[in-house]
């Protein structure tokens, strides 16, 4: 094969761009493109082969990470139902035969030229290493830091060189006279820079995607072309890759490149979108509390819009919070083919729950979905004792023991359970009302003797948080004089140190003996209480 077959093969056939060109290539305008068969051969099973050139594929941890994703690529494409776009052609589904590394030596910072390539093919053919038949096709992909050159074109980045990110062609065995087809691909990234919207890594599984359609469509560019537009203005060539670029997917997990049906429609795998989308979280937010939050991000694949680049105003969002309620999230532009979606919500509840985030295009309908996760913590209740009282020992009347606040707005009195501890060994539950500035804990009890009984609230919510309300309740016999009182948490009453006198619901049995023994009694159980800190208290009238 002479140099200028080999020149002309790169020029048309390849996915590359030329550094005055923008980086993504808009679909020709031409109102009527063709796909003609112009009578070449196609491989209608293709065999794959990968070819790793360089021992870095082997010695370098990470480069070998990359090989076993792209072998499994490799396969999930040529398997799949991205070669289904390809049955007008005659193609059906590939496999991935086997995948080899070539221990050629290629130091970071040096080049290997495209007949340094198919010399490191026909070492491992001769060697056994592999096989050719009439429908294999070898991708060979070289290591990081290692620039290709073909037809002075380039995968590196120096001035005045055209650049691509991936080519493919054939030559001539001289031992057999086969022909070998073979596509290449620079390491991921191939033109070291990102092509908007893409990512190294996108790229790359693009332009493999690209380069083995065309590389089965088309095995013999140069020579004994198939399918193709012969009238093809466009200056990345006339192959059903090329027709399309610009217009990607996203499919089984990877970006790929659409192919052009024979009547030139960029077409992508059934199951495909053209949105690359992630949702971000997990979310985290107290029940009850509003948040406004990004709760995904997405990329616009399809660049080849005849109007122009798509904005927010062309998508709409929709969030589903996994608890039944919806609400629309809001679309903003961060970058070319590049969006964020905000929304705010305020769970009633406590909780886990599973969000479903949803983009529609709103121009040509085409929509995704993906999910994130909330995490709702539980808001804290606030209780305090309340004031109350039991007109004899042996009744049995409603009192009012504790009120409480829950954080969460949303809270009702169904969400709560109370238990009371009475102090004399008994326990009951509390009825849990709702009021105009929060709850009320509700219970009875009857008790046998007089005194003084320190009792304990306990309020419990559905999603497990926990308060407490404590208090002395000061139970006299029937037919006694004065009031009788549940007071709060002896912690509040430091505010009565001396010198002063108890609340006025703490009355004295009428000067009698008697009442200053319930006094003195009343002082000795508060001092207690109060960790035996002074207090004074003096008999009115």
């Known amino acids: 094969m002479n140099d200028s077959r080999h020149s002309r093969s790169h020029r048309s056939r390849s996915l590359r761009r030329r550094s005055a060109r923008p980086a993504v290539e808009p679909l020709e305008t031409r109102e009527l493109l063709s796909v003609v068969d112009q009578g070449g051969p196609v491989l209608a099973n293709a065999q794959v082969e990968t070819v790793f050139l360089g021992s870095q594929w082997n010695s370098d941890p990470a480069q070998a990470g990359v090989m076993n994703q792209l072998n499994t ?39 290997i030229s495209d007949s340094q390539i198919q010399s490191a093919i026909l070492n491992e053919l001769n060697s056994g290493a592999v096989s050719n038949n009439s429908e294999r096709l070898f991708v060979v992909y070289t290591p990081q830091n290692v620039e290709v050159s073909a037809s002075g074109a380039t995968s590196g980045t120096e001035p005045g060189l055209g650049h691509f ?56 560019p140069s020579t004994n072309p198939a399918w193709l537009d012969p009238n093809s203005t466009s200056n990345l060539g006339s192959e059903i890759g090329d027709l399309a670029w610009g217009n990607f997917g996203f499919w ?10 024979p009547n030139d429609q960029p077409t992508l795998p059934v199951g495909s979108t053209p949105f690359l ?62 969006f964020e979606i905000v929304a705010s919500y305020a769970y009633p509840n406590a909780g886990g729950y599973t969000v479903s985030i949803g983009v529609t295009d709103m121009i040509n309908g085409q929509s995704m979905v993906v999910a994130g996760t909330a995490n709702v913590s539980d808001q804290p209740i606030v209780a305090t004792s309340a004031p109350s009282g039991l007109a004899a020992a042996r009744s049995y009347n409603q009192h009012i023991l504790a009120h409480f606040i829950d954080l969460n707005p949303y809270a009702n009195a169904t969400d709560f359970s109370a238990s009371i501890d009475w102090g004399n060994g008994q ?40 308060a407490t309300a404590s208090g002395v309740l000061d139970v006299v016999r029937p037919g006694a004089a004065g009031s009788i009182a549940f007071g709060p948490a002896p912690a ?44 004074e208290t003096r008999r009115r009238g």
């Open 252 to 261: 089984n997990g990877y970006v790929v490149q659409a192919l052009a049906a």
């Open 73 to 111: 690529y490799v396969s999930t494409l040529v398997s799949g139902s991205y070669f289904n776009l390809m049955t007008p052609y005659g193609i059906g589904a590939g496999t991935l035969t086997g995948s080899l590394v070539a221990n050629t030596n290629l130091p970071a910072g040096s080049q």
């Open 492 to 535: 509040y009453h430091r505010a009565f140190h001396p010198p002063k006198i108890f609340p006025s619901f703490y009355q004295s049995f009428n000067g009698s003996r008697e009442g200053e023994s319930r006094l003195q009694r009343l002082e000795f159980a508060y001092r207690r209480n109060l960790f035996f800190h002074p207090m």
């Open 165 to 220: 990110a991936g080519y493919h062609n054939n030559f001539i065995d001289p031992a057999t006279n086969q022909s070998i087809s073979y596509a290449v691909i620079p390491f991921p990234g191939g033109i070291n820079g990102v092509v908007a919207p893409l990512n190294v890594w996108q790229l790359t599984t693009v332009a493999t995607s690209h380069e083995i359609a065309e590389g089965v469509t088309d095995p013999d």
């Open 277 to 338: 989308m992630s949702a971000a979280g997990p979310f985290i937010a107290p029940e009850g509390t509003s948040f406004t939050t990004i709760v995904a991000s997405f990329t616009d694949l399809d660049t080849s819009y005849s109007q122009g680049p798509r904005t927010a105003g062309d998508f709409t969002a929709t969030v589903a919070w996994g608890n039944g309620q919806t609400s629309p999230g809001t679309v903003v532009q961060t970058g070319p083919g590049q």
């Open 427 to 466: 326990t009951s539950a509390g009825y849990v009302v709702a009021t105009a500035s929060g709850f009320e804990v509700i219970g009875a009890n009857a008790y046998q003797t007089p005194g003084f009984y320190p009792v304990t609230v306990t309020i419990v919510d559905s999603e497990g948080s926990r």
